[in-house]
């Protein structure tokens, strides 16, 4: 879906759009946010009579857990945050894995088969989730759309004395005390449940850690006697851009099994990376964690479609996502605005220029 290169700056314009043009319909994927269910389908939008009539309406339909429905219905902007976190995390993913031989493929039976196992894909699929909830529930805060929380509160700056509070920082305390009681933590005897809640909170640390302060000065001529300053979660493309540099380094772990009992014991490490891991319940690292070997998604199969006919970039990645197998080239005419100008006074004037373009696709 977002299989091309995409500039930074047109990121966020270009999320919204794809999100109204391209995403699959009449559902996205909803991943990592119940245990029960891990992934389900959950409506783009609510339906306007389920918000106004009663926002617990729309709540039942997101098929939580009896906490997380109970925690939904405390709040009417809760449901609509769910919503916007999912479809974020999910346009995210796809973003992240556009040049990768599995592309954040969640439809159909592919993304039930791959929630079932431990692979590297569904510890990001876990990260980048509660990440999205933890960022939309901070911003949502901050924007009003929420009746119990408001702006940051808590400002915590150097040389307080000459900085005053002020703005409407984003309310990170909050969202982030939502996500860890929202998601829960499971038995500590189920390795699997233990490996998801630890890579839930990856994606809530990486959230703190892109925290920026955010100041504009007062005072006589331009001085800067008295900051007016607040705080600012990092745009969460940069959140997704660090999640998948975890990926590409994250730990693998085993267990050590009681065959008397068949109960799984205390998360080690075959490869000795992470220190402190021991018998502690949960891995004691920043990393992302997972316990299985991933597929190599060439082919088709049960956890993704495979490669053939998808687009490459010859010289970037067709070797690597066409698995060898090489390419197919098709030359096509497009047409794209060009020489572009602005116009007094408020419209772009564009010309429409024809050029000839190759086209590469793995073969099957």
């Known amino acids: 879906m977002l299989d091309g290169f995409l500039p930074a700056r047109w990121l966020a314009a270009a999320l919204g759009l794809t999100l109204l043009l391209a995403a699959p319909r009449p559902s996205v994927a909803y991943f990592g946010l119940t245990g029960s269910e891990p992934l389900t389908i959950l409506p783009l ?14 709540c039942d339909r997101l098929k939580l857990e009896r ?48 929630l079932k196992r431990g692979f590297k894909e569904t510890a990001f699929l876990y990260a980048i989730s509660s990440a999205g909830l933890t960022h ?20 915590d700056l150097e040389n307080r004395e000459a900085w005053q509070w002020g703005g409407c920082g984003d309310n990170l305390k ?33 959230i703190k850690a892109g925290v920026e302060t955010t100041c504009k000065c007062h005072g006589v001529s331009g001085s800067c006697t008295v900051r007016t300053c607040w705080r600012q979660l990092a745009p ?30 205390a998360i080690s490490s075959p490869r000795g990376r992470a220190s402190g891991m021991g018998s502690d319940p949960l891995p004691r690292t920043p990393e992302l964690v997972h316990l299985d070997d991933s ?6 199969g049960r956890f993704s479609p495979g490669t053939a006919g998808r687009r490459c970039h010859r010289e970037k990645n067709c070797e690597s996502i066409c ?9 096509r005419v497009v047409t794209r605005p060009c020489q572009c100008q602005v116009r007094w006074c408020c419209y772009v004037e564009c010309r429409q220029c024809t050029q000839r373009e190759e086209v590469y696709t793995c073969k099957g």
Not at 92 to 114: H, K, M, V
Not at 137 to 142: E, M, P, V
Request: with cysteine; hydrophobic share 35%; aromatic share 8%.
């Open 45 to 58: 939008t609510l339906e306007p009579e389920a918000a106004a009539q009663a926002h617990f309406k729309a």
């Open 67 to 114: 906490k997380q429905r109970r925690m939904c219905r405390r709040d009417p902007g809760v449901a609509e945050t769910l919503v916007e976190a999912v479809s974020m995390s999910a346009l995210e993913c796809q973003y992240q894995f556009r040049f990768e031989r599995w592309n954040c493929t969640l439809e159909g039976r592919y993304r039930a088969s791959l």
């Open 136 to 155: 939309a529930l901070a911003k949502a805060c901050s924007a009003g759309r929420m009746e119990r929380c408001t702006c940051d509160e808590a400002p």
């Open 174 to 206: 909050y969202s982030s005390k939502f996500v860890k009681e929202f998601l829960g933590r499971r038995s500590s005897k189920d390795l699997r449940a233990r490996v998801d809640f630890h890579n839930n909170l990856v994606g809530v640390k990486v």
């Open 236 to 265: 969460f493309h940069e959140v997704g851009k660090h999640l998948k540099h975890k990926y590409e380094t994250a730990l693998k772990v085993g267990s050590t099994t009681n065959e008397a009992t068949g109960e799984a014991g």
């Open 295 to 300: 597929p190599s998604f060439c082919l088709a």
């Open 323 to 331: 698995c060898g197998r090489g390419h197919n080239t098709q030359s």
